[in-house]
């Protein structure tokens, strides 16, 4: 499996922007389908966005669409997400995930590996 370690969340008020990385080691990045997933205190994880293997293709959940983007640098085992125009109800624990097999998958359930997460918190 891949390792992931998650880093760039914090807090920031309503309307700023962060950009979250996601580096990778342990297996050949640009094998897996790429993903983003957030929850809040008190609820399920949360699909956010998705991106291809090469990066050419992403996804996005309503609820970010416009706001979000995800791109990836297979050269660097990175893989970001650039949030703008942030909301209260943005705030959550943000997660990346990999999966070998199918991209953008709604369900958390069906990634092979997980980061620990890294906090943003968005002030009114």
């Known amino acids: 499996q891949v390792q992931l370690v998650e880093s760039g969340g914090g807090l920031v008020q309503a309307g700023g922007s962060l950009r979250l990385s996601c580096a990778a080691s342990?297996?050949?990045?640009?094998?897996?389908?790429m993903a983003w997933f957030r929850q809040a205190p008190g609820k399920d994880r949360e699909f956010i966005a998705a991106i291809s293997r090469g990066g050419g293709t992403t996804s996005y959940a309503e609820s970010v669409r416009g706001r979000c983007t995800v791109s990836r640098e297979n050269g660097k085992n990175t893989v970001y997400l650039q949030m703008n125009s942030l909301k209260p109800e943005d705030t959550a624990l943000y997660f990346c995930?990999?999966?070998?097999?199918?991209?953008?998958?709604?369900?958390?359930?069906?990634?092979?590996?997980w980061g620990q997460g890294t906090q943003v918190t968005v002030s009114s």
């Open positions: 995930a990999a999966d070998s097999r199918r991209f953008g998958s709604r369900r958390w359930d069906e990634y092979d590996s």
């Open positions: 342990g297996r050949t990045f640009s094998n897996y389908f």
